[in-house]
């Protein structure tokens, strides 16, 4: 089945820098990849998805890249602010699954 | 509010009684799915249903846990004998049908086994 590595588990960045997470999935036939941005004590909510027929795709401040080649997309996060830290999770979608797998996530600290 | 909903939000039960909870997806959405999610992981994959079909269960599914839909509409989810490591957060997520539809997930049930 699929395997969906994420990196790093905790990052934490000064308020308007950037921040990128990592991740890296094992089945060459994925071809949806989600973004979800989960607060403490809520539900995970979907923040970007990128489909497997793209590269790039960007919402404001947001943007996630997909190398199908290499098997690793990322979150792009610009100008961060407070209201940005959380737990973000990857998840990926293989071929003919229905099924979303999900990354360990990685805390995001946005610092004044 | 269409969003998913979920029933109870906490739960608190010793060891060895079963608990029950309940999941409403949002109404037009054909597909809903359980997921386990423990303190610091990420969702961990239990079972889907399409309309009243269970389609996919995983091997994290032991016996002990059941899930039904039975008119396509809300779902349950049932643990029998419970364990002090059924304690995570379980949420229930719903989709339309279509490859790269989105999850919407509720707020989820909190079990805690004593």
């Known amino acids: 089945g699929e395997n969906v590595e994420q990196h790093p588990s905790t990052l934490s960045v000064q308020e308007g820098d950037s921040a990128v997470i990592k991740c890296t999935y094992s089945?060459?036939?994925?071809?949806?990849f989600p973004w979800y941005k989960q607060e403490l004590g809520k539900r995970p909510q979907l923040i970007i998805d990128?489909?497997?027929?793209?590269g790039e795709k960007k919402d404001q401040r947001i943007a996630v890249t997909l190398n199908k080649t290499a098997k690793h997309f990322s979150l792009h996060i610009t100008e961060t602010q407070p209201e940005d830290s959380a737990v973000y999770f990857c998840a990926a979608r293989g071929g003919t699954a229905s099924k979303l797998t999900f990354g360990t996530g990685t805390r995001l600290q946005v610092t004044l | 509010d269409t969003g998913v909903s979920q029933d109870p939000r906490h739960k608190i039960t010793k060891r060895g009684q079963n608990v029950t909870f309940r999941c409403d997806p949002i109404s037009e959405h054909n597909r809903l799915y359980w997921y386990r999610q423990t303190l610091g992981q990420g969702p961990e994959f239990l079972t889907y249903f399409q309309n009243e079909a269970q389609l996919e269960k995983s091997r994290l599914l032991s016996d002990r846990f059941s899930a039904e839909r039975p008119k396509g509409s809300f779902s349950t989810l049932e643990i029998q004998r419970t364990e002090q490591g059924d304690s995570a957060m379980y949420l229930c997520?719903?989709?339309?049908?279509?490859?790269?539809?989105?999850?919407?997930f509720g707020n989820g049930t909190r079990l805690t086994v004593t």
């Open positions: 089945d060459s036939a994925s071809n949806y």
């Open positions: 990128i489909r497997s027929n793209v």
């Open positions: 997520a719903s989709t339309r049908l279509g490859l790269d539809s989105p999850l919407h």
